[in-house]
């Protein structure tokens, strides 16, 4: 799409300084933007290719706007002006109208007028798909499914039945929505599966990342709760719940029961116990494990980082006989004492 | 479903305290269960809520049975007992009955009369699907592959050419058993790929979960055990044994030719080396990631806790240097013991 | 396929020793290979083996070469030899030719007439398949998406529009490669989403694992270069470079605008920063997270290796009190070596 600078600048609460004629057709970089894209500038780290930049416009804070050669839009918040101006410039990809004749659609299936539905998706009976929502080729919405208004799912994604997705959400690829929770019964040396009779509940503005499982409850609901974003290959187990706007990074793994907060930040390939609570505002690094509760906001790690392989295998053969030595400066501590006295 | 007390109390094995005659129509758990509904208590901690309920009936053991107002079955192992019930009132969803029109099925593939082909499903030529197996849609079945009687396969499957899948298995959305295994020779700086002509065979009774993979061997089979169960977003690599009943968390990666023993359970995230050997009833903490053969029974860990980020980092900061901050002690020991002298 | 030794000799670039006109019709290993079998042996620990296989040829390097009984094929790198032997006994199956009756193909998208086009796939308009291209059942090709020449897509695997994949890759079921980005911008408490306008590139001789997802640039793009080789369920996120014939191995993460270095060993479940920079020749031990970029070739690791939980749960606990140790230790030298004084 193309807009004017007088459009973009109103769109995202920008001051306009240059011509509010010019056209932008698409957002790029500091150094490949061209004439007629728009790009941004955070900080003054950047002020070589912000001078240097042939952009059409940037977007800027007024601390570094005076830096800018051709057009700016000065805003509060640079990022999210450009998240705005974005959107607007790169609407995502719209599935054909209607529904796919390859698709199969259960009679009993509500499905808005206007909803797209893609090739060779699946939706079963009972399902309700709302207004404007998208299926991406190959999906499978099960029975009694239901899908609001303007959520967006992109090709082969499945969602179990009896699982509610709220408005405006986007799933990405390969995402699995509803399967069974890991859930058994020990039987002698055996396991007898429990029937997991919970759904999934997501609500708006929700994106799931591709290839990332959400599990169903297994008696009560998997919460997902507005806002939330949820990256990659992310594994979310039974009757979790996860409060609004927290974000959660690639590989990361939340088991069974566990409650996350509003607005967390959990980092990449995390793993949160069962049964855990963790508050609102918690922010946990990259590889962390947590195993307890967590009461007071703030930031959380246990990650190691490595380094040079003979380095760490030295630090390495005395973490593994640490209590020892441990032991022995306590010892020492306690010879070097008693003498003195 | 809906049976009657008498039923579900013979059908577990249950001694029944209360009406025989009390129709029971679904789970649910005991603050929520309504009137025609069944629950489980296993211990005391919720002897509160035990009391509280407006369950139809409780599964509980003897110990805690007097605490039930209502309806009782008393079972020697509740938790097994409600798998059961709740397995006979919860039967899962059905494809519907025959082939679906959409599906594209190879001539040559000999297909049990009652078994249920979702919409989209792809069968290649040479595939044995067996009695009342269903497949759902989307699914991918290679050919030659063969399916033992009473598996279902969840939408969107993938099962590549000849792996053999046992009977009463179940797999979860997205999973992808007999991917090609990673394997390649060096050749100068690159890659040479070595064919993986192995299979993946799983035996009875198997669950795998929603996009796990299991690849096929590079030359014999990758084995899964009866009885396994097989989390979410798992690794199986090539020619991995995994021996029968042990269950495997979320996110576990275990590399090739590796071998895991009976009733074992593998924690969430955790990494098991290549080449090694995991004995019978090994338990493995979650992150863990396990270097070498285990040869006895017992619970392994190497679990590093997330703990506030100030905490750990100065913690982190010693452990950088720990062989040096131990060549210091057994310095100081040892001139302290000199000096002793 | 079957081939007599003379060819196969010839193909590997090895000498044979033995009879040439002996016919091979498959590999297997030296334990189980039959009579018309071809097998390898890489070292003397497994000579045992090696006299007493009843294989139809072993490939061997000089060294061992006299410990065969029957026919040998001598070469410097055995394991390469035995790669390329392999791929000719055993080529990949076909999909079966032309485009399949439900492959649902855009007008406009532009399909070698001997590309192999399963059923159930979907390709969007302006596409573009290379000559000998096979693309597996229920797999999504999205619009302006190219793919050269010989490269193979296994089933339900996603490309997302716009994305470029070279010659002669191979694509493991369940990929997702193109998706979105995880990129937000805050507004408020809530995160506003940043379109992702980048794509992904790969080059040619890539493989990569199932269920694995690359994602595609913010602004500019996602680049895997030339023979790398990436595991199942391994995340690359927007704006990653990946250089030539690197590997990595399951479950690994690496994380926005990392640049990876060429002939990189990146090992299973490691975790890589985003905005780092990995030289060439790098190898990471698994499980290890690399903060800081690494300027110099070698092995890292922070990997921290299971151990019985008794012990490990002591040492563990003198871990969390590490500084504070190390302090002691610190206060005790000083003031023995001021008494000292």
Redesign the interface.
């Known amino acids: 799409m193309s807009y004017d600078l007088r459009y973009l600048a109103k769109l995202c609460g920008a001051e306009l300084c240059g011509d509010p004629e010019k056209v932008i057709a698409?957002?790029?970089?500091l150094e490949?933007a061209a004439e007629d894209q728009i790009t941004f500038c955070l900080d003054s780290k950047h002020l070589e290719q912000l001078k240097a930049t042939r952009a059409g416009a940037v977007i800027v804070n007024n601390k570094i706007a005076e830096a800018v050669n051709g057009n700016a839009l000065i805003s509060n918040?640079p990022?999210?002006a450009?998240?705005?101006v974005?959107?607007a410039?790169?609407p995502?990809?719209q599935e054909a109208e209607g529904i796919?004749d390859?698709a199969?659609v259960a009679v009993s299936a509500d499905i808005a007028e206007n909803a797209r539905i893609?090739?060779?998706v699946?939706i079963e009976s009972g399902a309700t798909i709302g207004e404007n929502v998208q299926i991406?080729?190959?999906s499978?919405i099960?029975?009694d499914v239901v899908i609001g208004n303007g959520t967006r799912i992109?090709?082969?994604v499945?969602i179990?039945?009896r699982c509610e997705i709220g408005s405006n959400c986007?799933i990405?690829?390969?995402a699995?929505i509803g399967?069974?929770g890991?859930g058994?019964?020990?039987?002698g040396?055996?396991?007898?599966?429990?029937?997991q009779?919970g759904r999934v509940i997501i609500k708006d503005?929700v994106?799931i990342?591709?290839?990332t499982?959400i599990?169903r409850g297994a008696?009560?609901d998997t919460v997902i709760h507005q806002?939330v974003?949820i990256?990659?290959?992310v594994?979310i187990?039974h009757n979790v719940e996860v409060g609004?706007?927290t974000?959660i990074?690639?590989?990361a793994?939340i088991?069974g029961s566990a409650v996350v907060g509003?607005?967390c930040s959990i980092g990449?390939?995390v793993?949160i116990?069962g049964h855990i609570t963790l508050t609102d505002d918690v922010v946990?690094?990259?590889?962390?494990?947590?195993?307890?509760s967590i009461k007071e906001p703030?930031?959380?790690?246990?990650?190691?980082?490595?380094?040079?392989?003979d380095?760490?295998?030295?630090?390495?053969?005395?973490?593994?006989?640490?209590?020892s030595?441990?032991r022995?400066?306590i010892r020492?501590?306690k010879?070097?004492s008693n003498?003195?006295e």
Chains 1, 2, 3 share one sequence.
Request: proline share 4%; charged share 25%; aromatic share 8%.
């Open positions: 698409g957002i790029s970089s490949r918040n990022h999210l450009f998240a705005i974005a959107q410039l790169h995502p990809a796919a390859s199969v893609g090739p060779n699946t991406g080729a190959g499978f099960g029975a992109r090709p082969n499945v179990e039945n986007l990405q690829p390969g699995v399967g069974d890991f058994f019964a020990r039987n040396d055996a396991w007898e599966k429990i029937p009779v503005n994106e990342g591709a290839n499982t599990d008696i009560e806002g974003k990256d990659n290959l594994m187990a609004e706007n974000a990074a690639a590989l793994g088991a509003k607005r990449g390939q793993g116990f946990v690094a990259a590889t962390s494990l947590v195993r307890r703030g930031v959380y790690s246990g990650s190691v980082y490595a380094d040079r392989l380095k760490w295998q030295r630090n390495h053969a005395r973490l593994v006989e640490l209590d030595l441990a022995r400066l020492l501590e010879e070097y003498d003195k």
